[in-house]
């Protein structure tokens, strides 16, 4: 069975950065698009970030261009997500999701991820 485990989250004032680390129970995660995904109390969850399987290739939201990073560290079979320059309405629970193998379909598209964690709470104080 698939598992992905979320860690890195935390409280942070406004300016400062954490990195979330997403470990996955499968052997490779360099054949499945990576993505992090977010939820804000009251609000649907939202794409935050994607790395696509072929090519590594990298996809954010507007909203963390510039001030968010995504990576991965295949012989480890984790993704990070580097934040920096945190502001409060960064807040949210985080989490990591995984395509199925190979997946061709687009990274934002929510569900296109098959695998989810079960999140990591960030919060962001003024």
């Known amino acids: 069975q698939v598992q992905l485990t979320e860690s890195g989250g935390g409280f942070v004032q406004a300016g400062g950065s954490l990195r979330l680390s997403c470990v996955a129970s499968?052997?490779?995660?360099?054949?499945?698009?990576m993505g992090w995904y977010r939820q804000a109390p009251g609000k649907e969850r939202e794409f935050v970030a994607a790395?696509?399987?072929?090519?590594?290739?990298?996809y954010y939201a507007d909203s963390v261009k510039g001030r968010f990073t995504i990576s991965r560290d295949n012989a480890k079979n984790t993704v990070y997500l580097q934040m920096n320059s945190l502001k409060p309405e960064d807040t949210a629970v985080y989490y990591c999701?995984?395509?199925?193998?190979?997946?061709?379909?687009?990274?934002?598209?929510?569900?296109?991820?098959?695998?989810w964690g079960p999140g990591t709470q960030v919060t962001v104080s003024s």
């Open positions: 790395m696509i399987w072929n090519g590594g290739n990298t």
């Open positions: 999701a995984a395509t199925v193998p190979y997946y061709i379909g687009a990274s934002t598209y929510r569900d296109g991820y098959h695998y």
């Open positions: 499968f052997s490779k995660v360099s054949i499945y698009t």
